[in-house]
């Protein structure tokens, strides 16, 4: 299924444009502090955001991958991005997001994530998803837990080029 354009009373969720990319950067990518528990390493150059949203592009059409760039309605601000992709090792998609600073600690960062748990529920149908957060991101923790997931134990999980190591707490949600 193509990744379709969401809704909230505050955010348009939409996919990426290569266009992006400039203010990408500028608002959350290049922010050591936002990708401090991510998979992803901070981005050091347009290019780096460039090079992964291309990648997002590659996955419009696919149907394990529905990742999102989150606009703020009130000022067309892009402010954070966030999906579903299938793990195939917990043999269920996976919740991630993240946001810019300036929108921490507002709800923001739920609003979204409930509309993506909304379209994996009633229009992927599926029977459960599974997210995870760092220990010591206890806000992630926060978001999770509004969403009504259920912790199900400890684990680690790393950055994609393995060179950072997170001790989380893991999550499931059934439907």
Known sequence: MKT?????????LRPFKIE???TVFENWTSDADVAKFMRWSVHNSVEDTVEWISSE??????DNVYNWIFVLKSTDELIGSGGLVY????????????IMKKYWGIGITTE???EIVDFAKNSLSIPELFCCHAKENIASGRVIEKLGFGYTGDSVYYSWDKSKKFDCREYVLKF
């Open 4 to 12: 379709p354009i969401l809704e909230t009373e505050r955010l348009v």
């Open 20 to 22: 992006d990319a400039p």
């Open 57 to 62: 592009i590659e996955h419009l059409n696919s």
């Open 87 to 98: 793990n195939k090792e917990k043999e269920m998609f996976e919740l991630g997001y993240n």
């Open 112 to 114: 979204a994530a409930a």
